[in-house]
């Protein structure tokens, strides 16, 4: 019998960015989207600050401008750092210009603009999970690599160095106001990082569309988001290549509309506790590690368990999508994840520190997670035990 009801795969809702302006150069259109909100505009980026410079450039004199830089991934106390500064700042808009990690701190800075408190106060698991009672600052989020969605996501994924764990705030009031995606901004992103951010953009989209909680919508939407992803190898090997570089965008920006509106599963349920333990271990690298025996584990669970889960259908038609031939299946989706693995040369997990006796704990942490919670099928102990065993 299937785990879920066909009543249920028809009851769903969907939310997202007010507004998704897409497509080479819009980059431009900011300074305008930006004089709806208001003068005092409040930027949080990477350490580089060349965007927002080039931004300001685009401004007139009449608007007041700070700058906020996130030096690698966010954490509760660099967000806290920032929410001082934005405070004293009091913008009328939050930007956000970057990757993965200043979208969700200017999200969570945006977010706690408007409500009292700290992130601790907020956050899920390690914090208090108070509910978050208003809607953010205006918040516009201008993603400059293809990997979280985050520019369209509902939540802020922060590490606590204190937990050793990345855990979310979330909130449908959380989502930004704007979502600006400009493929011409990834171009001048490192081999590293287009690797890193697209098996993440990947991940994303395969994990939404097995997952426990999809619906026809975000199916649609996951299928589209999975064609694009054949095109990462290209945009890897050919920087420049603007065709490949959309496709990209457009699988991250589907992955991030598929996954706040559905669940992910057991890669990025690993994915959280791996990256708060392994701080230096880049996010997409663990999700690409973890995700062709990710695959394997779920299609025998599900045969052996839930033969008539919609989800092994689809894992079958995973297959067929990413080799492009009609007859393929889930194995020749496994193959083809673990090619692209291989010509990326994504490292194992025990290259960032990841060793055999630490498994046990990575286990309980993983169990407790809300993306675990989307895999579609419970997996056992072993089972998952032997998954990051696959992946030393």
Same mark, same amino acid.
């Given at each position: 019998?299937?785990?879920?009801?066909?009543?249920?795969?028809?009851?769903?809702?969907?939310?997202?960015?007010?507004?998704?302006?897409?497509?080479?150069?819009?980059?431009?259109?900011?300074?305008?989207?930006?004089?709806?909100?208001?003068?005092?505009?409040?930027?949080?980026?990477?350490?580089?600050?060349?965007?927002?410079?080039?931004?300001?450039?685009?401004?007139?004199?009449?608007?007041?401008?700070?700058?906020?830089?996130?030096?690698?991934?966010?954490?509760?106390?660099?967000?806290?750092?920032?929410?001082?500064?934005?405070?004293?700042?009091?913008?009328?808009?939050?930007?956000?210009?970057?990757?993965?990690?200043?979208?969700?701190?200017?999200?969570?800075?945006?977010?706690?603009?408007?409500?009292?408190?700290?992130?601790?106060?907020?956050?899920?698991?390690?914090?208090?999970?108070?509910?978050?009672?208003?809607?953010?600052?205006?918040?516009?989020?201008?993603?400059?690599?293809?990997?979280?969605?985050?520019?369209?996501?509902?939540?802020?994924?922060?590490?606590?160095?204190?937990?050793?764990?990345?855990?979310?705030?979330?909130?449908?009031?959380?989502?930004?106001?704007?979502?600006?995606?400009?493929?011409?901004?990834?171009?001048?992103?490192?081999?590293?990082?287009?690797?890193?951010?697209?098996?993440?953009?990947?991940?994303?989209?395969?994990?939404?569309?097995?997952?426990?909680?999809?619906?026809?919508?975000?199916?649609?939407?996951?299928?589209?988001?999975?064609?694009?992803?054949?095109?990462?190898?290209? /945009?890897?090997?050919?920087?420049? #290549? &603007?065709? +490949?570089?959309?496709?990209?965008?457009?699988? @991250?920006?589907? *992955?991030?509309? $598929?996954?706040?509106?559905?669940?992910?599963?057991?890669?990025?349920?690993?994915?959280?506790?791996?990256?708060?333990?392994?701080?230096?271990?880049?996010?997409?690298?663990?999700?690409?590690?973890?995700?062709?025996?990710?695959?394997?584990?779920?299609?025998?669970?599900?045969?052996?368990?839930?033969?008539?889960?919609?989800?092994?259908?689809?894992?079958?038609?995973?297959?067929?999508?990413?080799?492009?031939?009609?007859?393929?299946?889930?194995?020749? /989706?496994?193959?083809?994840?673990? #090619? &692209?693995? +291989?010509?990326?040369?994504?490292?194992?997990? @025990?290259?960032? *520190?990841?060793? $055999?006796?630490?498994?046990?704990?990575?286990?309980?942490?993983?169990?407790?997670?809300?993306?675990?919670?989307?895999?579609?099928?419970?997996?056992?102990?072993?089972?998952?035990?032997?998954?990051?065993?696959?992946?030393?």
């Amino acid at each position: 019998m299937s785990t879920r009801e066909p009543v249920s795969y028809f009851s769903f809702e969907f939310s997202t960015a007010t507004r998704i302006v897409f497509g080479r150069g819009k980059f431009k259109q900011l300074p305008q989207i930006l004089s709806e909100f208001g003068t005092k505009i409040f930027i949080v980026t990477g350490k580089r600050h060349d965007l927002a410079n080039q931004l300001k450039g685009l401004l007139n004199e009449k608007n007041q401008v700070e700058i906020f830089s996130v030096v690698g991934e966010p954490t509760t106390e660099i967000t806290t750092e920032g929410l001082v500064a934005a405070r004293k700042f009091s913008p009328d808009v939050v930007v956000a210009l970057g990757g993965g990690s200043p979208i969700d701190c200017g999200k969570a800075i945006a977010m706690l603009l408007t409500n009292e408190g700290e992130p601790l106060d907020y956050l899920e698991v390690i914090g208090k999970g108070k509910k978050i009672s208003h809607r953010s600052k205006p918040f516009i989020a201008v993603p400059t690599t293809s990997g979280t969605g985050a520019e369209v996501t509902k939540n802020s994924v922060l590490r606590s160095d204190t937990h050793a764990v990345k855990v979310s705030l979330r909130a449908t009031t959380m989502l930004p106001d704007v979502a600006l995606v400009d493929p011409e901004l990834t171009i001048s992103a490192p081999r590293s990082v287009t690797v890193s951010t697209g098996l993440d953009a990947f991940t994303q989209c395969l994990e939404s569309f097995v997952c426990n909680l999809s619906n026809p919508l975000t199916d649609t939407i996951c299928r589209e988001g999975l064609k694009r992803a054949r095109s990462l190898q290209r /945009a890897c090997e050919h920087p420049t #290549d &603007l065709d +490949a570089r959309e496709d990209m965008a457009i699988c @991250s920006l589907f *992955g991030g509309l $598929a996954l706040a509106n559905s669940k992910l599963g057991a890669v990025h349920g690993f994915a959280g506790p791996l990256g708060g333990k392994y701080p230096d271990a880049p996010h997409g690298a663990v999700c690409a590690a973890l995700l062709p025996h990710v695959i394997e584990i779920n299609v025998k669970a599900l045969k052996d368990r839930d033969p008539n889960n919609i989800a092994l259908k689809k894992y079958h038609e995973l297959g067929k999508i990413l080799t492009e031939d009609p007859s393929a299946d889930a194995a020749a /989706a496994v193959k083809w994840v673990k #090619d &692209l693995c +291989a010509a990326l040369t994504v490292p194992k997990l @025990s290259t960032y *520190g990841v060793a $055999a006796d630490h498994i046990p704990e990575l286990v309980d942490k993983s169990a407790v997670s809300s993306s675990m919670k989307g895999n579609p099928i419970e997996l056992t102990k072993a089972e998952l035990t032997h998954l990051l065993e696959l992946a030393l």
